[in-house]
């Protein structure tokens, strides 16, 4: 079975930074793109990072943009966001996801229990 499993959440001051972890195991990570998506308190899932299955290529939310950064190590099936200048907005519950399309929500992805971050002075 697909297992996926964050952690690195945390509560962060305003123009902090938080370094998200998620092991993956049940399937063959290095062939797969993957992605980070949130959901902030009594809002909707939204897509924030994609990247290929190689590392080649990487795609960001306008928001995530310049300040948030994916990444991944396939020797360890590792991915891995690092949020940088975080803001009250960026407030949510943070998942690992295996998407059908790494840059963009899909009804078939498999999220993990997610990873709570927590912007606030």
């Known amino acids: 079975d697909v297992q996926l499993v964050e952690s690195g959440g945390g509560l962060v001051q305003p123009g902090g930074s938080l370094r998200l972890s998620c092991v993956a195991s049940g399937f063959t990570f290095s062939t797969v793109g993957m992605s980070w998506v949130r959901q902030a308190p009594g809002k909707g899932l939204e897509w924030v990072a994609g990247i290929s299955s190689g590392s080649n290529y990487v795609w960001y939310e306008d928001f995530a943009d310049g300040r948030f950064t994916i990444s991944r190590d396939n020797r360890k099936n590792m991915l891995y966001l690092q949020l940088n200048n975080l803001q009250s907005d960026d407030t949510a519950m943070y998942y690992c996801?295996?998407?059908?399309?790494?840059?963009?929500?899909?009804?078939?992805?498999?999220r993990g229990q997610g990873t709570q971050v927590t912007v606030s002075s």
């Open positions: 996801s295996k998407p059908s399309d790494p840059g963009r929500l899909g009804p078939t992805d498999i």
